[in-house]
Each structure stands twice: as C-alpha cells, then as structure tokens.
C-alpha cells in the first residue's frame, strides 16, 4: 500500500521538471534515526518538512523557522497559536499509510533538506523511511515521540537541527510531566482505579481503545480505559460502538472530542448512563488541538495535567491547571495564553461541583 500510496504521488508531481538533491555540493553528516537506520545529510539543516500532522505539531514546538510546508492549512481557529509566517506555507498531505495525501510537486518545489516523521514505532517504520527517502530522493529519518520516549526524540532533533537549547526546555517540561504521572499513578489504589471512554466525532461513538496510540493518557495518568478491543487501531476513533456497548461498559468518565454529543447528553439516549447523571462528561480542550490525541503529538503533554487532575482530584492536587497550561502555552506554542482564551477554553472541561 505504501509503495502504491507513494508511487501515487510522484505521479502526481510528474508534470514537474524540477529536480532536487539536497546533499549535492554541501558538507553531511550521518544522523542515526529511531528506525535503526543511518542517513546521510548536509551538516547545517535549516529547511525541514515533516511526514504528516503529528510531525508537523512536534517541529512547530523546536524549529517552526525551519518548516518549508505542513501537513495541511492551520484552521482559521488553529492560526492564533500558529506563528503567522506558517499559516501560507505548502501543504504536502500524509507522506505513507492509509491516509496517504503526498503532493510530491509541492515537496520537491520547497527543497527540504530532510523530512521528519515522529509519533509512536510502528512494526515496518523502517521500510517506511527507506521508501519515502528512496522515491523522494530526501533524507527521512524517524525519532519515536510517544509520551515515554517524547524528551529523547527533543534532544536528537535538537542536537540534529543545531537547536539544543530549545530541545531541552521542551525535554525537560516533558520528562516532569511523565515522571509526575508516573509518581501520582504509584498512589491510586486498584479499588479506586478510574474508567474512561474516549469518545469522538459527532455521536461520540468513535472511540479511542485500551492500548492505542490515541489514548495513551488514560494509561499513564493511572487510569483504565472503558473500551478494550482485540483489535487495536492507533487511527483517531477507529473502534466504532453503539449505545448498547456504552451501557454495557458503563464507563465511570466519558471524555468527548469537540463538536460531540456533549450538549446532549442529559436529554438523549446517553442520559441514563451513570457518568452522565453525576456530571461526569467532559469535553476535550481543542485549540490549537485536542488536548488527548487527533494526532497523538504533543499536545499529549497538557492533557496528562489535565486528564489526571479532573480524574483524581485528591492525587493530582499540588499545581493549578491553569498555571500549567499558561507555562506550557508559552513553552510549546511560543503563545501567551490569556485568562480569557483559558476560560473559554476550558468552560465544559473541568470537574463539575
């Protein structure tokens, strides 16, 4: 499928006779990728694309200077948090996958010097790399970013980008992040253990399963997730239930994405589910993206201070969430969140009294 999806794009760059190497005539390095592959590259990069969204989300927080095109056009919504030199940059779509959407004439127009995946390590992620950087003829190398491994991938692009210093105030943010969940998890008793369904779209019915990608929070802030299936998709709301299924769950904590069920829930088919007549729904905080996953990047690291203190307020109970957030805001998206924009964002977010 990769090798059809990627053949696709060329083909749809053809009409282009632009022809680009990146290493010609320039000074390399070898950079070892989380594939365990060597690629060589020029020595001083300072033109990058990422492979898709979750690549795109993790390289605005490093290098934003450095992106020569996005996976796809920020949202009118996404473009306050988004510096404004990148709202008109090429888009290149998904590179592999699925959902592959590579415009081949646009990447090889911006002149990238390397493209960059990152998120979780999938069981072919090495010949993956090896045909985009075949058929694209660009360096690609992939740095496994999911929460555990999230700080390492900050310093091996830092130290490849010549931007260390930036790597490591991230690096560190989200080391103390894990670390803290990990110390908070250590408390919960197995009696008090907290079931959440992940739902998304506009039923809420599309969920995020027990050991996908897409819900690695639950996991880690010491919570279960309500939904365990015997096949695993790591694609945003890939297990579909009905209404039946929820009740059967009966899950102690619903959490929906944005543009869900949740003004409905005390007036349709959801209102008899125990979580919804204790107030216990939620809707993710969304901007610049949904604070869980939708893709699973950075925006991981808010929703574990978030998830965690809506969940165990008695555990995580030594940090104002809306402190974290203004010092993760400033950190990650080089943004100064206000008081207000944190209101609105958080108005269907928090514990109900």
């Not at 995020?208 to 365990?228: D, F, H, M, P, T």
């Not at 929820?246 to 125990?274: F, H």
């Not at 940090?319 to 998206?333: G, M, P, T």
């Given at each position: ?53 979750t690549?795109?989300m ?18 009118r ?52 790399m ?24 900050y ?15 991230l ?18 008793k197995p ?16 969920v ?6 897409q ?45 869900g ?19 216990k ?11 869980l ?61």
């Amino acid at each position: 499928c990769l090798a059809v999806c990627l053949t696709a794009g060329l083909l749809a760059g053809c009409g282009s006779q632009h022809t680009y190497d990146p290493n010609a005539d320039v000074a390399t390095k070898k950079v070892e990728d989380d594939a365990g592959r060597t690629v060589e590259m020029a020595e001083t990069i300072t033109k990058i694309a990422p492979s898709g969204a979750t690549a795109t989300m993790f390289l605005i927080t490093i290098a934003p200077d450095m992106l020569v095109g996005l996976a796809a056009t920020p949202s009118r919504a996404q473009r306050d948090f988004i510096p404004e030199e990148l709202w008109y940059l090429p888009t290149f779509g998904q590179f592999y996958g699925a959902k592959s959407t590579l415009n081949m004439e646009a990447l090889i127009d911006a002149e990238p010097q390397v493209i960059i995946d990152t998120g979780d390590r999938k069981a072919n992620i090495k010949a993956d790399m090896d045909s985009i950087q075949k058929q694209t003829g660009i360096p690609t190398v992939f740095f496994e970013a999911d929460l555990p491994h999230m700080a390492s991938a900050y310093r091996k692009l830092g130290e490849m980008l010549g931007r260390q210093e930036q790597a490591e105030k991230l690096a560190q943010f989200v080391e103390k992040t894990v670390a803290m969940a990990e110390e908070k998890r250590a408390q919960i008793k197995p009696e008090d253990v907290v079931t959440i369904m992940y739902g998304t779209g506009a039923s809420g019915l599309a969920v995020n399963a027990e050991e996908s990608s897409q819900a690695q929070v639950i996991e880690l802030i010491g919570a279960k997730n309500a939904v365990i299936t015997d096949t695993i998709t790591d694609k945003g709301g890939g297990t579909q239930l009905n209404m039946e299924s929820v009740y059967t769950i009966e899950p102690d904590v619903i959490v929906l994405s944005a543009g869900g069920p949740y003004e409905r829930m005390e007036t349709s088919e959801w209102n008899k589910l125990q979580a919804v007549k204790d107030g216990k729904y939620y809707e993710i905080p969304n901007l610049p993206y949904n604070w869980l996953s939708a893709p699973p990047s950075v925006n991981m690291v808010i929703g574990v201070w978030w998830l965690g203190q809506l969940v165990y307020p008695d555990i995580y109970n030594d940090y104002d969430i809306r402190e974290v957030a203004k010092e993760y805001y400033q950190l990650f998206w080089h943004y100064d969140l206000s008081d207000e924009e944190l209101d609105e964002m958080l108005a269907r977010s928090l514990y109900k009294n």
